[in-house]
């Protein structure tokens, strides 16, 4: 195509030439000029205007919704994209805000919160990832941690309270330091001679006393503590063990520790080291009733009975406690061995004649017969009736059959076994081949509070009058507190030769930091709110800061009637799980650890309520 035709200004008929051919030059010349303006033009929007590369992206992509949603539409739509706008910045205010919030809250948390929650979130991920009935790496179920209410409290406001509230943490402080100072990893502590004490009950099991302390210490707030306890426990808590152990003591302090630890706290790790104790006792049951043996190697699984029990019998406190663990291990490890286990004890009890309606305390596992007619409700019977109220309470009241064992055995217990002294005093005495002995251990004095417990579900009206012999038991266990020099409660007291709640033989004048008569009172401070029983409990606090507080620790007297205490240099770790637990709880408000929500193991443990609408198995640790 020719230049001309192109650029038809160049056929002006003014312009002079003198040839054709200078005015082509001429025109060539002016065309190079417009073309490299032109290319310097294009070249300058290139490189010179600004952020460029926006409005390259801004022609070729698309590159958020915003913008799309902004650029779409006409003149006549800027409302529409006006309100849109609005309603976009609208939005990421109240994310930033959400955000907040957030943040907020979980500056708030402690740090071991918040670590749990992140753990839960993973188990979450790992549970939708699983889909239902997923299995972690040790094949336990993912389960959705929900901490039941309750789980920690805060300081009352009576200022008196407070104070003594506050001096029982300090004790429970004072324990504590001492076993981390002079018996850390042992079972127990000696506070005279300041070092550890293993006691055989838990054969090579090491840690008795960190594992009943755990739940104590995160009731108490002292989470440092419980870290380091934690620690422990995922480091040197080991169970294969070449060892005999006592099944219920194992049970009650370890197995029931590590649960609370559990639920209170949401720590995995105390899950899994329960449910890893637990399978390891599922020997013991392997007798030809089921009724389990007392003492178990726990790498053999062989099992036998103490040698002074009644022709070989298992122990009605022993093998009768152990319910509420187990029923719990069912849960959250997803294996029901642990519930037919234990409901398989109450068929076998079933089946058998009770004299009196009364459970005598030795039951031989293998002929699933009773051995000698000997019935206490303190030590060798104590913490089966106990078992028996507190399944029903633990179902929610759902366990029908343990409410009625447990008020049928209460009301042959009233017909036989429980007195009036001629000075007043409410007791219940032991019953050996039908004969009454009069006297009442510093154990039976847990029953006090077991009764008000129970008082509530009564059946025929009997709540009224079981609040009384409640109210008359810790009456009783007081005036065995009262009657002594050091006003601390004497192992067993007796109501004949003219004593009354006083003990009359050498080897029942001992304490040994026991918890049942203050357990009693914080269950009838609980129900009464009569203030003498916190004034109860202050004495007894008084009395272990005068006799028992030494230099290493907390120790047990050797007899209460002395003028001053002779040591017996063991820090039980009952002292920690239990008595400092219930004295901490008496001077606490009614909502830390509520009945409703939790129910207290024989040491103290709490173990939350399974409440009744939890229960499907989509949900094996809603709590609430
Ligand atoms: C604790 O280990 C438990 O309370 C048990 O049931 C009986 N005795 C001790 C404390 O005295």
Redesign the pocket.
């Known amino acids: 195509m020719p230049v001309a035709t192109l650029l038809p200004f160049t056929a002006t008929p003014s312009r002079k030439s003198s040839s054709p051919t200078s005015f082509r030059l001429t025109e060539k010349f002016i065309l190079l000029l417009v073309f490299s303006a032109f290319i310097t033009l294009c070249f300058g929007a290139i490189f010179f205007l600004p952020d460029s590369s926006k409005l390259l992206s801004g022609v070729f992509f698309h590159s958020s919704a915003v913008e799309t949603n902004t650029r779409k539409g006409t003149d006549s739509d800027s409302n529409i994209a006006v309100g849109t706008d609005e309603k976009i910045l609208a939005k990421i205010r109240k994310d930033h805000e959400k955000a907040l919030v957030e943040a907020k809250d979980t500056l708030q948390k402690r740090p071991d919160e918040i670590k749990q929650d992140i753990q839960n979130e993973k188990d979450k991920v790992l549970k939708e990832g699983l889909g239902k009935g997923g299995k972690d790496d040790d094949n336990l179920p993912v389960i959705e941690y929900v901490r039941p209410p309750g789980a920690t409290g805060h300081e009352p406001s009576d200022p008196e309270t407070k104070e003594r509230r506050e001096k029982i943490k300090e004790m429970m402080k004072f324990a504590w330091d001492s076993y981390k100072r002079y018996a850390w990893g042992s079972n127990e502590l000696r506070p005279v001679s300041m070092q550890g004490h293993s006691s055989n009950l838990f054969g090579s099991i090491k840690g008795a006393t960190i594992v009943d302390a755990l739940d104590t210490l995160y009731v108490m707030e002292m989470y440092e503590d419980f870290e380091m306890a934690t620690e422990w426990v995922e480091k040197n808590l080991d169970f294969n063990v070449n060892a005999e152990v006592s099944v219920f003591?194992v049970n009650?302090?370890f197995v029931g520790g590590l649960l609370s630890a559990y639920y209170l706290s949401g720590k995995e790790v105390f899950r899994k080291k329960a449910i890893q104790l637990g399978e390891k006792l599922l020997p013991a049951f392997k007798t030809p009733t089921g009724i389990p043996w007392a003492l178990l190697n726990l790498k053999s699984g062989i099992g036998r009975n103490w040698p002074w029990a009644s022709g070989g019998s298992s122990i009605l406190?022993e093998y009768g406690?152990l319910h509420l663990e187990f029923m719990h291990l069912s849960k959250l490890s997803g294996n029901p061995a642990f519930a037919e286990k234990v409901m398989n004890i109450r068929k076998v009890l079933n089946r058998l004649d009770k004299p009196q309606g009364l459970y005598p305390n030795y039951l031989n596992p293998n002929s699933g017969q009773w051995g000698q007619h000997h019935v206490s409700v303190g030590?060798l019977g104590?913490?089966f009736y106990?078992y028996l109220l507190k399944a029903w309470l633990m179902s929610d009241k759902t366990d029908e059959e343990g409410k009625k064992l447990y008020y049928d055995a209460l009301q042959a217990i009233e017909t036989s076994l429980m007195r009036k002294s001629s000075g007043g005093l409410t007791y219940i005495a032991e019953w050996k081949g039908g004969l009454l002995e009069h006297k009442m251990g510093?154990?039976t004095c847990?029953a006090g509070g077991m009764i008000a417990l129970g008082a509530d579900g009564a059946p025929e009206d009997k709540t009224g009058h079981q609040m009384e012999q409640a109210a008359e038991i810790a009456r009783t266990c007081h005036e065995s507190y009262a009657r002594t020099t050091l006003k601390l409660g004497p192992e067993g007291f007796r109501f004949d030769g003219g004593v009354e709640a006083i003990a009359t033989r050498q080897n029942e004048k001992y304490f040994?930091?026991?918890?049942?008569v203050i357990?009693t009172y914080m269950y009838m401070w609980r129900f009464t709110h009569d203030p003498k029983y916190r004034e109860w409990g202050w004495e007894a606090v008084q009395a272990l800061e005068k006799h028992c507080r030494v230099e290493g620790g907390y120790s047990g007297v050797r007899d209460v009637y002395a003028t001053s205490p002779n040591h017996d240099d063991v820090q039980?770790?009952?002292y920690l799980?239990?008595t400092l637990k219930y004295l901490f709880l008496l001077f606490s408000d009614d909502d830390h650890l509520p009945f409703e929500h939790w129910v207290f193991n024989?040491?103290?443990h709490p173990l939350p309520v399974i409440k009744k609408e939890m229960t499907d198995t989509d949900k094996p640790n809603q709590l609430e």
């Open positions: 003591e009650i302090r406190a406690t030590g104590d913490s106990e510093h154990l847990f040994i930091l026991r918890p049942e357990e039980q770790s009952f799980a239990e024989t040491e103290a």
